[in-house]
């Protein structure tokens, strides 16, 4: 058997593959009796037809077609071994020739390959955030709401009352030059029963919003324009843009707050050892809110640090990846859809898109979500980070603490071995983010060394559908092996050994 091997586009390689005829007449024979067994013939019982005989009943092409397919895994699977091809997934029989000696020809997609370039010389400026005063002050202010009186009003709404509203609401003419947004009569906020607080000072939903409202009783429906400011910090793609409001009152509701004192924090901590005073609360409420500002902060950081390396690396992946991974986000959109009570083929009906359109509206996100992911895994492998089994007990004793008497329950939820590697896919990921932003920080930590982690495990992950190898070790040492994917982006490697794609056009004699 003679086996040339080329790569070719799309990141992928072509076997071609010249076999004895010899053992081309055996398999020809060997699909005559498959043939035989299969097909009733006058005179002859199943499978006793002779081959002259066969032939004539069914023609030369159709024996030929069986041979060609069952050589061809065959043939495939060896060509694999002596060509030492490493595949992404399964390949496909891409022509067959019967002279001048028999020949088939493979394609093959190839697992995805990864340059990082100098990664460990992308640097960024991180600035950890603070926690201003009104912050607080708002926080405060959600607690008091959450623990206030609260009765039905048959009143019209005034300012301060909690309402429950449907709202409706679309943008007013197109964007001007150097506005974002949607264009005129695109939705903006499609809401039902949402519960609002009508307070002018926090500027609900959007600033005006409050004075559109007021007035209006339940079962009235009021409509009004908004111009938001030119703030895009605070209002995104709604800054300087009209947008007008279709909002009907399902319900109107007084609130009286508790008011804000030494009692009211004794209140809402009664439960702990020792209840605060409110200072002590204000203290703590400043402190939760710094530590989540820090964590978003640092997981943006990481984000960007990762985009920073993937512009400087190089990726090259099959078409069959890109595939696999717009398949994996269909499946997710069917089950999103599904908790509304509609199918993935319900919305192509609905929105008229076939599923042809589906994959060009996927593919650019598929395609930057996979090199982003690929970086991310060689990153882990260049610094040959691993996580100890000591390290998934720690995260999943924290998981379950909150938890108390139940937490025996939740644990044995949490021991399963696919919620292990889970979770130890989770650590992996984190420690990987962790790195980059040390790195883009100019720590230059020494690989192979965990620098130190973050406090959630999964603050900015994915977690991965296609769990890392369990390992046994409870030691610090790392195993790269242990990385298959870190995050749900990658789809599994998979090892192939058999073609899944013959046709009767290709495996025709020429």
């Given at each position: 058997?003679?086996?040339?091997?080329?790569?070719?586009?799309?990141?992928?390689?072509?076997?071609?593959?010249?076999?004895?005829?010899?053992?081309?007449?055996?398999?020809?024979?060997?699909?005559?009796?498959?043939?035989?067994?299969?097909?009733?013939?006058?005179?002859?019982?199943?499978?006793?037809?002779?081959?002259?005989?066969?032939?004539?009943?069914?023609?030369?092409?159709?024996?030929?077609?069986?041979?060609?397919?069952?050589?061809?895994?065959?043939?495939?699977?060896?060509?694999?071994?002596?060509?030492?091809?490493?595949?992404?997934?399964?390949?496909?029989?891409?022509?067959?020739?019967?002279?001048?000696?028999?020949?088939?020809?493979?394609?093959?997609?190839?697992?995805?390959?990864?340059?990082?370039?100098?990664?460990?010389?992308?640097?960024?400026?991180?600035?950890?955030?603070?926690?201003?005063?009104?912050?607080?002050?708002?926080?405060?202010?959600?607690?008091?709401?959450?623990?206030?009186?609260?009765?039905?009003?048959?009143?019209?709404?005034?300012?301060?009352?909690?309402?429950?509203?449907?709202?409706?609401?679309?943008?007013?003419?197109?964007?001007?030059?150097?506005?974002?947004?949607?264009?005129?009569?695109?939705?903006?906020?499609?809401?039902?029963?949402?519960?609002?607080?009508?307070?002018?000072?926090?500027?609900?939903?959007?600033?005006?919003?409050?004075?559109?409202?007021?007035?209006?009783?339940?079962?009235?429906?009021?409509?009004?324009?908004?111009?938001?400011?030119?703030?895009?910090?605070?209002?995104?793609?709604?800054?300087?843009?009209?947008?007008?409001?279709?909002?009907?009152?399902?319900k109107i509701e007084n609130v009286t707050l508790p008011v804000l004192n030494d009692e009211f924090a004794a209140r809402v901590t009664a439960g702990e050892e020792t209840p605060l005073t409110l200072l002590e609360l204000r203290v703590r409420v400043r402190e939760d809110l710094?530590?989540?500002?820090?964590?978003?902060?640092?997981?943006?950081?990481?984000?960007?640090?990762?985009?920073?390396?993937?512009?400087?690396?190089?990726?090259?992946?099959?078409?069959?990846?890109?595939?696999?991974?717009?398949?994996?986000?269909?499946?997710?959109?069917?089950?999103?859809?599904?908790?509304?009570?509609?199918?993935?083929?319900?919305?192509?009906?609905?929105?008229?898109?076939?599923?042809?359109?589906?994959?060009?509206?996927?593919?650019?996100?598929?395609?930057?979500?996979?090199?982003?992911?690929?970086?991310?895994?060689?990153?882990?492998?260049?610094?040959?980070?691993?996580?100890?089994?000591?390290?998934?007990?720690?995260?999943?004793?924290?998981?379950?603490?909150?938890?108390?008497?139940?937490?025996?329950?939740?644990?044995?939820?949490?021991?399963?071995?696919?919620?292990?590697?889970?979770?130890?896919?989770?650590?992996?990921?984190?420690?990987?983010?962790?790195?980059?932003?040390?790195?883009?920080?100019?720590?230059?930590?020494?690989?192979?060394?965990?620098?130190?982690?973050?406090?959630?495990?999964?603050?900015?992950?994915?977690?991965?559908?296609?769990?890392?190898?369990?390992?046994?070790?409870?030691?610090?040492?790392?195993?790269?092996?242990?990385?298959?994917?870190?995050?749900?982006?990658?789809?599994?490697?998979?090892?192939?050994?058999?073609?899944?794609?013959?046709?009767?056009?290709?495996?025709?004699?020429?």
């Amino acid at each position: 058997m003679n086996i040339q091997t080329e790569r070719i586009e799309n990141h992928s390689a072509r076997l071609t593959v010249e076999v004895d005829s010899e053992r081309l007449e055996k398999a020809k024979q060997s699909a005559a009796r498959k043939i035989g067994n299969r097909v009733n013939i006058p005179g002859f019982r199943k499978g006793k037809a002779p081959y002259r005989i066969l032939v004539s009943y069914v023609g030369e092409a159709a024996i030929l077609e069986e041979a060609v397919e069952t050589l061809g895994n065959e043939i495939y699977k060896e060509a694999l071994d002596g060509s030492q091809v490493d595949p992404y997934g399964p390949g496909a029989l891409e022509d067959f020739k019967l002279d001048p000696t028999p020949t088939f020809q493979f394609t093959v997609p190839l697992q995805p390959e990864v340059d990082l370039g100098a990664y460990r010389d992308v640097r960024l400026e991180y600035t950890n955030p603070t926690v201003e005063d009104a912050a607080v002050d708002s926080a405060l202010k959600a607690m008091l709401n959450d623990n206030a009186v609260v009765e039905e009003s048959n009143r019209p709404v005034e300012a301060g009352n909690r309402v429950t509203v449907d709202i409706h609401s679309h943008f007013v003419g197109d964007p001007a030059e150097g506005q974002e947004g949607g264009k005129d009569g695109e939705e903006v906020i499609h809401q039902h029963d949402a519960v609002i607080n009508l307070d002018s000072t926090d500027e609900p939903l959007a600033p005006g919003f409050v004075e559109g409202l007021v007035g209006a009783a339940v079962g009235e429906t009021k409509e009004f324009e908004i111009t938001y400011p030119d703030d895009k910090d605070k209002y995104n793609d709604l800054a300087g843009r009209k947008v007008e409001f279709h909002v009907t009152v399902k319900k109107i509701e007084n609130v009286t707050l508790p008011v804000l004192n030494d009692e009211f924090a004794a209140r809402v901590t009664a439960g702990e050892e020792t209840p605060l005073t409110l200072l002590e609360l204000r203290v703590r409420v400043r402190e939760d809110l710094q530590k989540a500002a820090e964590e978003r902060a640092k997981s943006d950081f990481s984000r960007k640090v990762l985009e920073k390396i993937v512009e400087g690396a190089q990726v090259s992946f099959p078409e069959a990846m890109v595939q696999d991974q717009i398949e994996d986000m269909l499946e997710s959109l069917d089950r999103n859809l599904r908790q509304q009570g509609v199918t993935l083929k319900d919305y192509m009906k609905i929105t008229g898109k076939t599923r042809e359109n589906f994959d060009e509206d996927y593919r650019e996100s598929a395609t930057n979500t996979l090199r982003r992911s690929l970086v991310l895994r060689q990153v882990l492998r260049e610094e040959v980070l691993d996580v100890t089994n000591a390290q998934v007990q720690a995260e999943i004793d924290r998981l379950v603490a909150p938890f108390g008497d139940q937490g025996a329950m939740y644990r044995s939820f949490f021991e399963q071995p696919d919620m292990v590697a889970g979770l130890r896919n989770d650590l992996l990921t984190q420690r990987t983010y962790d790195r980059i932003a040390a790195i883009a920080r100019g720590e230059n930590p020494e690989k192979g060394v965990p620098v130190a982690a973050s406090s959630t495990a999964t603050e900015n992950t994915e977690a991965s559908e296609t769990p890392v190898e369990n390992t046994e070790s409870t030691t610090n040492e790392t195993s790269v092996e242990n990385t298959a994917s870190i995050t749900n982006e990658i789809p599994a490697e998979t090892e192939t050994s058999a073609v899944n794609e013959t046709s009767s056009s290709e495996s025709e004699a020429k």
